[in-house]
């Protein structure tokens, strides 16, 4: 995607020291753009804790690329399997929810250990956190080109008015490594001439829609309208939302789909105006061994402070402030679980598919 005019994706190697993971510290948007450069697995942590990084796809690329570095630090460690097992069990537990992140590690783990020594091991490491990346950039654009077959066909059926979509939180391009899950459609829309318009969800308590979302169609020149979170289902009432397409961090093989919290009552709002509602994703957010979302799916409970305190631009700074009384408490569940019957089709690189098993399965009989 563009910034400034500029071609970037969300991670790569840094250019000048392949040693180093560079990324897009997303705790500045929309008001400052940092690139933030990232050489040990601890960094690689926090960035992931603290959500510099964030979004299904890109956790996954980060974790791939934390692996990698994991490898170079443990070339130098007494015991080098010891070591990156240790970095593997750091990394898993960053982020519960986000089923990309255990796959990412998983799949790095094995397939480092085919190298024969250190070196051949880094190698190895290095080649497959750049092809995770590229991946996920080849099926985010996939997801574009199936999903804006949905779009066009209610562009056609108003006559060519404009179609109005909304989404919650981010899943964008920089949630992924470029394009995004949710809004790869929408920017497949605009290169086709197709007119649409988004919804945008602030989405507390850190406002990734209102900060991220919304700075992302910005630069991409996406006609949008930023909306406080419970102004959804008005919307929906009075016609003014013609789909909702939401993103994923895990969704299993029965079409339960957990994302941040919020989606689920964005999903009841829907069902209840008779409004499609669909979840884009690449298959690495499915978490093939569940089926219950509700049960098997771990909510991230996150610090509480990120409900009391808000940050915003203020005189030219980033500031941050307390909203509610000192002494109140809060609680911060990350993510909720939309059940399957609310969802009118998952959109993935193979295609589109109904919320069930078995349409699920048709798309990736591999899985059966």
């Known amino acids: 995607m563009k910034v400034e005019g500029e071609n970037y994706r ?191 969800d602030e989405t507390r308590p850190r406002n990734q829609g209102a900060s991220l979302t919304a700075w992302e169609l910005l630069q991409q020149g996406i006609p949008h309208t930023v909306i406080a979170d419970n102004t959804g289902g008005h919307l929906m009432q009075h016609g003014f939302v013609d789909m909702v397409i939401t993103g994923a961090d895990r969704v299993t093989r029965a079409g339960d789909a957990a994302n941040k919290i919020g989606t689920y009552l964005k999903a009841l709002a829907a069902s209840d105006n008779k409004i499609p509602f669909y979840v884009a994703l690449p298959s690495s957010t499915f978490d093939w061994n569940i089926r219950d979302g509700m049960k098997d799916i771990q909510i991230e409970q996150r610090n509480s402070d990120e409900v009391k305190y808000m940050q915003g631009l203020c005189d030219g700074e980033l500031k941050t402030i307390l909203v509610t009384p000192f002494d109140s408490p809060a609680i911060n569940y990350g993510f909720d679980v939309t059940p399957a019957r609310l969802i009118t089709g998952l959109i993935t690189e193979r295609g589109i598919c109904e919320a069930k098993e078995k349409s699920i399965l048709d798309l990736f009989p591999e899985k059966l």
């Open 10 to 200: 969300t991670i790569w190697l840094n250019h000048e020291d392949n040693n180093i993971v560079s990324v897009i510290d997303q705790r500045f948007l929309p008001h400052k753009f940092i690139i933030e450069n990232l050489s040990s697995v601890n960094q690689v942590a926090t960035a992931l804790i603290d959500m510099h990084v964030r979004g299904a796809g890109l956790i996954g690329a980060v974790a791939a690329y934390g692996m990698y570095l994991a490898a170079i630090e443990s070339k130098g460690s007494p015991d080098f399997t010891k070591n990156l097992i240790r970095c593997a069990i750091v990394l898993k537990s960053t982020r519960p929810t986000a089923v990309n992140l255990e796959w990412a590690v998983d799949r790095q783990l094995l397939a480092i250990s085919k190298g024969t020594s250190a070196d051949e091991k880094i190698s190895i490491a290095k080649a497959t956190a750049l092809l995770i990346a590229d991946e996920d950039v080849d099926h985010c654009k996939s997801i574009g080109e199936h999903g804006v077959n949905i779009i066009d066909t209610i562009s056609k059926a108003k006559k060519g008015a404009v179609v109005n979509i909304l989404t919650h939180c981010n899943a964008g391009w920089l949630a992924f490594v470029d394009h995004g899950s949710a809004t790869s459609p929408i920017y497949e829309a605009q290169k086709r001439g197709i007119k649409v318009h988004v919804w945008v």
